[in-house]
């Protein structure tokens, strides 16, 4: 019993301090509502070409000799005025249309709960604003999956530019699974490098549940709810036959959802092979055609930049004073619960 009471006074402590730093993060965010709007954040646009193009002459300084560099760079420079001057005869022939399309790259770096689509929203309406249908957007995209409601609006961003004609190609270096691979078949074109992991077409959820532990140390839990539905497995209260049956069909439900949504985008694949929640690597994933082709990212672009202009678009967020402050109480406030979570494994022996 000593033990069960040090265990009920370290929760009623835990407790009240979580109240308290509850109480001041509320006040923070009440102040932080009041202040006027400020700009969030920026673009920042680097052209990928000039880029390459850098790589290109370090490694010519490198390894070509000095007497010959000035007359690899002169040769590359008539072959460059050469273009320019065919593309302004061109431009002229077309009525002033740029015969050079443009490419415009963004990349998305996926967590559990797809924070990275605060982001990618931001870019996909910059990007809108100017790209026609003669240019391309490229998604570099890195995803093991994560919640369905965030990965869903994820997908929506990449369905605006589908809806404006725009050809969108999506690159997977490593992974795009679930979540991840929701996104990668809105578009036109999927590209994955040989062992990036493509596919999970399903549904998964775990839920802790502490019931018996509780009741053995005759803790009672009070489950309310106003609809029969309202809650089905809990972590605190005693799951029933009934809970678990409507959570699985709750879960079958998002699984149709994801099919269907699949099947819209790409009907060529055979759902009732692949939506099984396996996941498959590259050359396999062509085969069940889940990806059109295998390619790096960088493979890719590379080759695009011989006949377009690349363009990587980001939009970098800016933290104000009082965002890095919630920041760092984010952060104590996590080094607290792992506290109290080594704490309870001690208590329990």
């Not at 998604?139 to 589908?162: C, F, I, K, N, T």
């Not at 009907?267 to 498959?280: H, K, S, Y």
Request: charged fraction near 30%; proline fraction near 3%.
């Amino acid at each position: 019993m000593e033990h069960v009471y040090e265990y009920v006074g370290f929760l009623a402590r835990t407790a009240t301090l979580l109240i308290a730093v509850l109480i001041v993060l509320s006040a923070i965010a009440a102040l932080a509502q009041k202040r006027q709007q400020q700009p969030q954040g920026h673009l920042e646009i680097r052209k990928l070409n000039e880029h390459f193009t850098d790589l290109r002459y370090g490694m010519q300084e490198a390894l070509v000799p000095a007497s010959m560099l000035r007359k690899v760079r002169k040769d590359e420079d008539k072959a460059r005025r050469a273009a320019d001057k065919a593309a302004a005869k061109s431009l002229r022939k077309t009525g002033g249309e740029d015969p050079r399309p443009r490419v415009f790259v963004l990349d998305f770096d996926g967590d559990m709960q797809a924070s990275a689509v605060k982001t990618l929203r931001e870019e996909v309406t910059a990007v809108l604003t100017t790209a026609g249908t003669e240019d391309e957007v490229v998604l570099r995209l890195e995803s093991p999956g994560g919640l369905v409601h965030g990965y869903g609006l994820a997908a929506s961003q990449l369905a605006r530019v589908r809806d404006k004609g725009i050809p969108l190609t999506v690159c997977v270096d490593k992974v795009a699974a679930s979540g991840g691979y929701l996104m990668a078949v809105v578009a036109n074109r999927i590209l994955a490098a040989p062992f990036a992991v493509l596919g999970s077409i399903g549904v998964v959820a775990q839920i802790p549940n502490v019931h018996r532990l509780l009741k053995r140390h005759d803790v009672d839990v009070e489950v309310l709810t106003a609809g029969k539905h309202k809650r089905t497995l809990t972590v605190l209260g005693e799951n029933t036959d009934e809970a678990r049956q409507k959570f699985v069909e709750e879960l079958e439900e998002v699984h149709a959802l994801f099919k269907s949504f699949v099947q819209g985008y790409r009907p060529q694949i055979d759902l009732e092979r692949v939506a099984t929640g396996e996941a498959w690597h590259g050359q396999h994933a062509v085969d069940l055609a889940l990806v059109d082709a295998l390619s790096t990212s960088d493979a890719y672009l590379v080759d695009r930049a011989e006949h377009a202009d690349l363009f990587e678009v980001r939009w970098v967020e800016t933290r104000r004073p009082l965002d890095r402050l919630l920041s760092q109480v984010e952060s104590r406030l996590d080094r607290l619960l792992e506290r109290a979570i080594d704490r309870l494994r001690y208590l329990r022996g």
